[in-house]
């Protein structure tokens, strides 16, 4: 399912909702949080890797899955914030030392 998400097109939304919906789904199914944990794990890591990597496609398809597993309960708030304001810092803009730039 994520290599679809990351390889694939444009995931449209309710792609991204149908495959949180189907992990929720196995999770209740197998009464195993553990199911939701392993796919957020795998999902995370492979965000990260598509961030490291530059794919904004695969960035901008793993994300919207993340916001859908958190709409269907899988992920909490504190979760999908910790893991946004880790790929943040990843993102950031490196600083450059401007002292002088454009001064003569």
């Known amino acids: 399912m994520l290599q679809a998400v990351a390889e694939g097109p444009r995931a449209t939304e309710r792609f991204a909702a149908t ?3 189907l ?11 553990g199911v939701g944990a392993r796919f957020a794990a795998e999902l995370a ?3 990260e890797a598509a961030v ?10 793993l994300a ?8 269907a309960g899988l992920l909490t708030a504190g979760t999908l914030y910790s893991l946004l304001a880790h790929l943040r810092l990843r993102c950031a803009p490196l600083r450059t ?6 001064a003569q």
């Open 19 to 21: 495959a949180a919906a």
């Open 45 to 47: 890591q492979r965000l």
């Open 97 to 102: 030392n401007s002292a002088g730039v454009g």
């Open 64 to 71: 919207a899955v993340a916001a859908q597993l958190y709409l």
């Open 52 to 61: 490291a990597a530059g794919d904004s496609l695969a960035a901008g398809n």
């Open 23 to 33: 992990v929720a789904g196995l999770a209740g199914l197998t009464k195993d949080a």
